[in-house]
């Protein structure tokens, strides 16, 4: 039996892009204001940073564990950013990298207390979710920082490419090459992959397994501390509420992004720009729900819905594929 | 005496007298009538809701929609009896329902499609909290029964709350099932091994979706309870328990593979857990401690069971060796 169909075709990326296209049609026929150029570039500036959520997820998921905190962690770092800037004075710049290192470490202390005490890093992470949300808000008074620089602020605000556009999302779009470019051509990201996939296969070809999962986890704080920089700059303020309460408000369209993009949860293989597709379909159904007016109650029934219906799709169609390339 | 140090619950019960005879040796308040209605209170809630999670995690699984099944029976039961006038016992019934069919829902997809239950319950977390909020559109419901609230404050003698009845029965029920019966046993193996379970002719589908219905029944018991404590029906109900949920079982000893739980410990996990919360509270601790506490609690369990894990580990070897 010939096979005529493109192999890119088959694969899940295809699937969500036509999918994307779909939803976007749908919404412009069906609702106003959602091609308005408000509206695109408010999405633009969510999007943004669901995808560096996803992404940040993804790199966890890679070591087939999760990151629960991943939310406390994010808003963590944004509020120690906030301190930085606003309490210190340090120079904006600086205070970036601090914010930066500051989130790899937090996602060392996940890393490490998984490698070394084996037990499943969903145990590791919910524990420090609660401590680093619970020191967060001791040390924070639940105060935010609202007189951050205007250099920054103005960062989030800013608008791009006839005001459609906002620069935060290019910068997710660029974190995104870099990541597949990290994951399909450098040593490390083959190596973090093979740790993943089969622990100990890896392991006996001379890979540090403990080292790479250490790795994945530094990588997950590291962009969970950029969504939270991006989220200061969005808002105007570093404020310990703005991911919701132990930063679960992250969760869902954390995992909706990977899962529907197509990483596997065992772990072993990731999709960058499936992340990203995911994420952009994601905040594309989020908004088209409240421009539709369902209700803003129903709106998260809906988003468990559509977890629930992408998961079973992707089943579905890994059956599929399977039984195809069994009869050729 | 040395097989009863092996037990996970012989530890934790030491540290439980240890613990309760210093800290009311420093506070004696802690031991009065009062404080102890509270503590027994905070402890029969919790109890319902660590066995609901601790039997999914008997399969090896998590279930993240605990919190949210009993939230939506909560706000279910209570807007049957204030809007529909129902009378006390059909809407305890349709709430234990709601449980059941919530829990039937979870096991049946995570078994049927083979998908992690940990992004099914999450999907499902979000559609039972998103009926939850869509149906009662963040108001609560105030207009409970009198029987209801008596249930939920009145005590029998002393300072023992009529509530604790209810969890005491489970946690005995839940001892026999996972200890006494085969139903247990098998979810134990199936927890243990999926495949030699399987081999062994143990049905995957019938393990699995009663070890979920039983968690949404619990999760059911658990969100009712909560409204005879509060005395209303507020949509936010089971919101906080995802961490105790875990904490109390991990504290007990369970080993998050399946295959290992221990109920006694469990129940023992959640009274350590309560008295330490509600030490940090008479000794007038921020209340935010009191989650970092916990954060903490649940990463030194993991490291002592490790360390445990370990030397029975090297003990195994010297006997191979001999």
Redesign the interface.
Known sequence: MKNKIPDFVKTNQFGLLLLVIVFILLFTFTTDGFSSRFNIYALSRVVAIDIMIGLAMMVVILTGG?NLSLGALGVSAAMFGGWCMESMGIPISISIVLILIFGSFLGWINGY?TV?????S???T??????Y???M??LTEAEAFRKLPEAFTDFGSMKLFKKYISPLLLLSILTCFILYYLFKFTDLGRKLIAAGANPDAAELSGISVSRMFIYCHMLSGFLAAVAGIMLTARIGAAIPSMAG?LGFDW??PA?LAP?IGGTL??GGKVTVFGTMLGAILVTLINNGLYLIDV?E?????????I??FA??LD?AREYFTSKNSIVS | MSNLLKKDWFGLGLVIILGSIIISFFKPAFVSPFNLYVLMLSVSLMLVVAMSQMIIIAIGQMNLSVGAIGGLVAISFTGLMEVYDLSILPAMFIGLGIGIICGFINGYITVKTGISAFIITLATLYIFKGMNLGITEAQPFYEIPEAVKYFGNAKIFGPIPYLIIIPVIITFLMWVLMNRTSLGRYMLAYGNNVQSSELMGISSTKIVVYAHIISGLLAAIGGMLVVCRLQLGTPNIGDSWLLPSFAAPVIGGAILAGGKVDVIATAFGVILVAIISQTLVIFKIDPFFVQIFLGFMILIAVFINRYREYREERRNKVFSNE
């Open positions: 999760l207390v070394k005490t084996g037990v499943h969903f145990i590791v919910l524990a420090t979710m609660s401590i949300f619970g020191f808000t001791l309460h969760l869902l995992f899962v949860l065992s209700g109650f129903w709106v998260r029934f809906f988003l468990g819905l977890l629930l998961v079973l089943r």
